[in-house]
């Protein structure tokens, strides 16, 4: 049953060294994860990544309090002294201060994994056709970075409209095969930051949280001048509001991003979720990676389903639906 599993694994694991990370040899290639990270998932890639003639290293890290915090230094020493790092560590560290700069350095090329397990490598987002998954991100993307002003709505209430203009927007298709790139693992959005202080409205939660997990009521956010200025809910939406009043600059308005992955799934983590094609999701906390200019320790997204989502005076999606 173990090698079966591992033959499932590998055409995938290979197609990450492969496609995605453009592994050469001799490189170094770092593995985080966590205590909870599944085993057979380490293996694969491992196994692909030898199969590349590069080198593997893990590391197992405890689990940060938020996405976007840095992992602790033993781990960020390892990261400096790797090409390629491809992390299934949870929650996710692609927006970390130490990520950044190693990209930002052109130090490395990354690959966020958080909490993906085996089977979401075997079915979901990961099976997906990423070609496919390229050619409507681009497309998005196409659309994206020529429009001044961007609105989502959706039937149970959101309501959120911003400036794009002359923010870049990037198409996420599980490819990092130049030092400084970062793509995700499965993958599938044209992503991108409002520019600060322009986003006003509600957004209504209906779908997934990170570090939350699906909701079990919708968690509604007021906007005014791109920050959070109230939540309300559930217990979730309780949290959510407690957590980002303890964190600096969490209730930033940091990105919004439309999911272009035909094979995505809801499976309760997030990184599936908010790669499917015609969702959106929101983000709270950091940007810097996105072009923008505010820190923070935490970068929390929020995924919709079956969005309208209008730039200038055109429908890109209409009730979850692509229609360009």
């Known amino acids: 049953m173990f090698s079966l599993r591992i033959t499932e694994l590998l055409p995938i694991a290979n197609r990450i ?187 209504v939660i209906d779908c997934s949280l990170t570090i939350f997990g699906l909701v079990r009521e919708p968690v509604v956010c007021y906007v005014e001048k791109g920050r959070v200025v109230d939540v309300q809910g559930g217990s979730q939406a309780k949290e959510v509001k407690q957590l980002i009043s303890q964190i600096a600059n969490a209730d930033n308005i940091a990105e919004i991003a439309i999911g272009t992955n035909p094979a995505s799934i809801i499976t309760g983590i997030i990184s599936e979720e908010k790669k499917g094609l015609g969702r959106v999701h929101v983000a709270l906390g950091n940007n810097l990676m996105l072009g923008g200019k505010t820190e923070s320790k935490l970068h929390l997204d929020g995924v919709m389903l079956e969005p309208t989502v209008t730039v200038d005076d055109q429908i890109i999606v209409e009730d979850g639906e692509v229609k360009i």
Not at 89 to 114: C, D, F, Q, T
Not at 138 to 166: F, P, W, Y
Not at 179 to 191: H, K, L, S, Y
Request: hydrophobic fraction near 45%; charge should be negative.
């Open 17 to 203: 060294m492969e496609w995605s990370l453009a592994v050469k040899e001799g490189e170094q290639v770092l593995i985080l994860v966590d205590i909870e990270t599944d085993p057979l998932l380490i293996e694969s890639l491992c196994a692909a990544t030898r199969i590349a003639r590069a080198e593997p290293t893990v590391v197992t890290i405890r689990p940060t309090k938020v996405a976007g915090e840095d992992p602790g230094p033993i781990a960020v020493r390892a990261m400096e002294a790797a090409d390629v790092v491809i992390s299934p560590a949870w929650p996710a560290l692609g927006h970390s201060n130490s990520v950044r700069k190693l990209r930002e350095a052109k130090r490395i090329r990354y690959m966020s994994m958080p909490g993906i397990t085996s089977e979401m490598i075997v079915k979901g987002g990961g099976s997906a056709d990423y070609q496919e998954v390229f050619e409507i991100s681009q497309r998005l993307v196409n659309v994206l970075n020529k429009a001044k002003m961007i609105n989502v709505k959706t039937s149970l209430g959101t309501d959120l409209t911003a400036s794009i203009e002359n923010m870049p927007y990037r198409v996420g298709a599980a490819l990092a095969r130049e030092p400084g790139m970062i793509a995700c693992f499965p993958d599938g959005e044209a992503w991108g930051a409002p520019v600060e202080g322009t986003a006003y409205g509600k957004v």
